[in-house]
T-cell receptor
Framework: GNSVTQMEGPVTLSEEAFLTINCTYT??????LFWYVQYPGEGLQLLLK?????DKGSNKGFEATYRKETTSFHLEKGSVQVSDSAVYFC???????????FGAGTTVTVRA | EPEVTQTPSHQVTQMGQEVILRCVPI?????FYWYRQILGQKVEFLVS????????KSEIFDDQFSVERPDGSNFTLKIRSTKLEDSAMYFC??????????????FGQGTRLTVV
């Protein structure tokens, strides 16, 4: 079956630091990959996605590249802000699925 | 901007009681989902729903759970006899297309269910 493994948190950073959250996946087919973000008190929001190998998703300064050879989709941001404090979830779906499969989530706290 | 809305935001119930969690999906969406997240654990899929039928359900979604779209706008999750281990954040989601078509799912803010 499909599964997502995400780096455990919590992660605490200073403003302007570089952020990486590792995500690897196992899938039976050719999945689409997603990063969702949950800001405090809010629901899950799609941050970015990639639907095929070597695609790069990007949004709000975050990037992630779909690496089929390493089955990874690591999230990166070069200079984080306090407003990036949130829980980040890696997820996948594939053509056999009616659902998203999520990782455990990584809590990121950015300090001023 | 259209959004998925869930009510209530927090519900406390006694073990053995029935609860109904309510969701209003985005109006032109056809695919609906429930997920849950037990505190400190991963977001788990419960059920997907399309055309008034369950498309897929997980092992968690046993006979104690049911879903319904009673009136064309609401999408509900019923737990017939709650257990302590049902305490979790429950997320409703909807999408215009099925997930296997690489679509985006839109999530509500969640209902925190506490069973005491």
């Amino acid at each position: 079956g499909n599964s997502v493994t995400q780096m455990e948190g919590p992660v605490t950073l200073s403003e302007e630091a570089f952020l990486t959250i590792n995500c690897t996946y196992t899938a039976t087919g050719y999945p689409s990959l997603f990063w969702y973000v949950q800001y405090p008190g809010e629901g899950l929001q799609l941050l970015l996605k990639a639907t095929k190998a070597d695609d790069k998703g990007s949004n709000k300064g975050f990037e992630a590249t779909y690496r089929k050879e390493t089955t990874s989709f690591h999230l990166e941001k070069g200079s984080v802000q306090v407003s990036d404090s949130a829980v980040y979830f890696c997820a996948l779906s594939d053509r056999s699925d009616y659902k998203l499969s999520f990782g455990a989530g990584t809590t990121v706290t950015v300090r001023a | 901007e259209p959004e998925v809305t869930q009510t209530p935001s927090h519900q406390v119930t006694q073990m053995g009681q029935e609860v109904i969690l309510r969701c209003v999906p985005i109006s032109n969406h056809l695919y609906f989902y429930w997920y849950r997240q037990i505190l400190g654990q991963k977001v788990e899929f419960l059920v997907s729903f399309y055309n008034n039928e369950i498309s897929e359900k997980s092992e968690i979604f046993d006979d104690q759970f049911s879903v319904e779209r009673p009136d064309g706008s609401n999408f509900t999750l019923k737990i017939r006899s709650t257990k302590l281990e049902d305490s979790a954040m429950y997320f409703c989601a909807s999408s215009e297309l099925p997930m296997r078509m690489n679509t985006e799912a839109f999530f509500g803010q969640g209902t925190r269910l506490t069973v005491v």
